[in-house]
């Protein structure tokens, strides 16, 4: 089925380890998010691309590293983890022309021990 | 920051329109109104947006005010899977990031 596709759902690591969160999407959309969701903060973006090649930070991209190879896939890699990137972490995606919204996966729940 | 203000928390009964504010007195003439919730630990999903005029979709209606600095969503039909955080955002057309703030948590009861 079409739609955008998070894995996995549920990830437990050790502080130190490296974790990738993968992320797909299905409809071709050229912009694709990264946004990790702590009590009392809500949903907050780290990282966003425009296409291809082509990416850009969001409001809290330190400790996390993204790449877009393809344009239907966007992951994102925690180099080193620590116990404050502890989150649940939602990737979206949206087509290029203006006033279309954003489309969001069901997310990774990640815990970081 | 959020630009929106939208109430902690409402009730409704199941089958009553369920009617929730948001307030964004600061927006901008190309920045648009867009409606999302979020279901306990699923994804934001999208419901509605809109510009200046009057909205409706299959989920949801959408009402501005004329001046632009207030809009109301509107489920008609309130069901009890309808229960969620509803986040009102505000947006420019080539915005990136959705800003999203507290919402308000709808809790409908039969």
């Known amino acids: 089925d079409a739609g955008i596709t998070q894995s996995p759902r549920y990830k437990i690591t050790e502080t130190g380890r490296q974790v990738t969160l993968m992320c797909h999407q299905t409809?071709?959309?050229?912009?694709m998010f990264w946004y990790r969701q702590d009590l009392g903060h809500g949903l907050r973006l780290i990282y966003y691309?425009?296409?291809?090649?082509?990416?850009d930070k969001g409001e809290v991209p330190d400790g996390y590293v993204v790449s877009r190879s393809k344009t239907e896939n966007f992951p994102l890699t925690l180099e080193s983890a620590t116990r404050s990137q502890t989150s649940v972490y939602f990737c979206?995606?949206?087509?290029?022309?203006?006033?279309?919204?954003?489309?969001f996966g069901d997310g990774t729940r990640l815990s970081i021990l | 920051d959020a630009k929106t203000t939208q109430p902690p928390s409402m009730d409704c009964a199941e089958g009553r329109a369920a009617n929730l504010p948001c307030n964004h007195s600061?927006?901008?003439?190309?920045?648009?109104v867009y409606w999302y919730r979020q279901i306990h630990s699923q994804g934001p999903q999208y419901i509605i947006h809109?510009?200046?005029n009057n909205e409706t979709n299959e989920m949801a209606s959408l009402i501005i005010t004329e001046d632009r600095k207030s809009s109301t969503l509107i489920l008609p039909h309130a069901t009890l899977r309808d229960t969620a955080v509803y986040y009102c955002?505000?947006?420019?057309?080539?915005?990136?990031?959705?800003?999203f703030g507290k919402g308000t948590t709808l809790s409908v009861s039969s």
């Open positions: 979206a995606s949206k087509s290029p022309y203006s006033n279309q919204p954003q489309h």
């Open positions: 409809w071709s959309h050229s912009y």
């Open positions: 691309s425009a296409a291809a090649d082509i990416t």
């Open positions: 600061t927006i901008s003439g190309n920045e648009y």
């Open positions: 809109g510009l200046k």
């Open positions: 955002i505000v947006i420019d057309q080539a915005g990136t990031a959705l800003i």
